[in-house]
């Protein structure tokens, strides 16, 4: 039997809804876990989970989150329209 990978995965948006439900997912199959929002330490507490705080909204924050996270195997990204 094949043991399971580990995977390296970043976040956007893992306290929202959606985001919430994947980062949970990746977390209860044992993946380390990059959460990047504006408060990514509301999401909780996890030994693989790795808070990381910034916007979207700025490209600045969002190369400076990726660019520290490029061992990361993939990157999620979760996000919405801001309602007009």
Known sequence: MSQKQ?????VTGPTGTTGR??????LKRGHLVT???KNPAKYGTH?????VSGTVMN??????AVGNN???????PLLLT???
């Open 82 to 84: 801001p309602k007009s």
């Open 6 to 10: 580990q995977l390296k995965v970043f």
């Open 59 to 64: 490209d600045l924050n969002v190369l400076k």
């Open 35 to 37: 959460g990047f929002s």
């Open 21 to 26: 439900t994947v980062t949970a997912e990746l």
């Open 70 to 76: 490029l061992s990361k195997e993939y990157i999620v």
């Open 47 to 51: 030994p693989n989970y790795t808070p």
